[in-house]
């Protein structure tokens, strides 16, 4: 019987995951000097345990990068999954309400954690690309927008939003994702993020929206399954699974919130402007005795050349 041998694609995630688990195992040691006993400091011994252990999971993360690295993996995601496990072996902080930090779910397991923190990365990119999907159509409807059409550039930022979408429901099914937490990560616990893209959106000049669309559009096409995904978990969506919301439908959450904090930030700019004119306390008290009369003789003549 012949052994069947893992896919490059298999290969590559398998390396991603191990980074992501030896980068959240090295935060943890760095945070955890040698415990002392009682009142009494960790001695020599112990110190030197401690920055062996240390160095021995510093020295394997560097090497599994660089055999990333060598495979074909993205530096960028080898960035992205050292900072995702140093991220997840910190304390996390409880987000205040209305911000724009979604609040990731935490697992026990260290593999569905990963792919938990994975899909709030992906889904962070998903909301921007409807934010900039519903700024752009804004403007174009509005006569706002002087850059011409091309089809060609649409159909791949269509394209992109689609793969990215795939992508989040294949983690959001890996990780055995909840209602509750769907809930929290796309339905009314999105409202934060949502508000913190369209805040920038809206302050954003036409070039800056148009370059910020256009690199959506002409990126790398991400494969619709990642590949740290195993193959088993990327069968198929179970029906029990909870899906993002259709791209329509995110795409108009977006107007929304674009067009509520629109009218918030007016109604704060009117208010902060009624408060600049109004007048001081105890100015129908002036004393007009002191006010100096115009010159009648030279009223027209302005300063000199």
Do not use: C, K
Not at 39 to 54: L, W
Not at 89 to 103: L, N
Not at 210 to 219: C, E, G, L, N, R
Not at 221 to 231: N, R, S
């Amino acid at each position: 019987m012949s052994e069947t041998w893992p896919s490059v694609e298999d290969w590559q995630g398998q390396l991603l995951r191990n980074i992501h688990i030896l980068s959240a195992q090295h935060t943890r040691l760095m945070a955890t000097a040698a415990a002392p006993v009682g009142d009494q400091e960790p001695d020599e011994e112990q110190q030197r345990a401690h920055a062996e252990a240390v160095n021995a999971v510093e020295g394997l993360l560097e090497q599994t990068e660089q055999t990333a690295l060598s495979a074909g993996v993205p530096a960028g995601w080898i960035a992205d999954m050292r900072e995702l496990g140093a991220r997840g072996a910190r304390p996390a902080p409880v987000p205040e309400p209305g911000s724009p930090v979604s609040v990731v779910p935490v697992r026990d397991a260290v593999s569905q954690q990963f792919y938990v923190e994975m899909l709030s990365v992906d889904l962070w990119h998903l909301e921007r690309m409807a934010g900039l999907a519903a700024a752009r159509a804004d403007r174009i409807a509005t006569g706002r927008w002087s850059i011409g059409a091309d089809p060609g550039a649409e159909g791949r930022f269509a394209e992109a939003m689609a793969r990215r979408w795939e992508r989040v429901n294949a983690l959001a099914h890996a990780a055995e994702l909840t209602d509750s937490e769907a809930e929290t990560l796309w339905g009314v616990g999105a409202d934060g993020i949502r508000r913190f893209h369209a805040n920038a959106l809206n302050t954003s000049n036409e070039a800056a929206l148009a370059q910020s669309w256009s690199d959506y559009a002409h990126s790398t096409p991400d494969l619709a399954i990642p590949p740290y995904v195993p193959a088993d978990h990327s069968a198929g969506t179970q029906p029990s699974t909870p899906t993002a919301p259709a791209l329509q439908e995110m795409i108009a959450a977006a107007s929304a919130a674009l067009r509520s904090t629109f009218i918030d930030n007016a109604i704060t700019a009117a208010t902060h402007y009624d408060a600049a004119i109004a007048p001081e306390a105890g100015s129908e008290n002036w004393d007009t005795s002191t006010d100096i009369e115009p010159d009648q003789v030279n009223h027209d003549s302005g300063p000199g050349p």
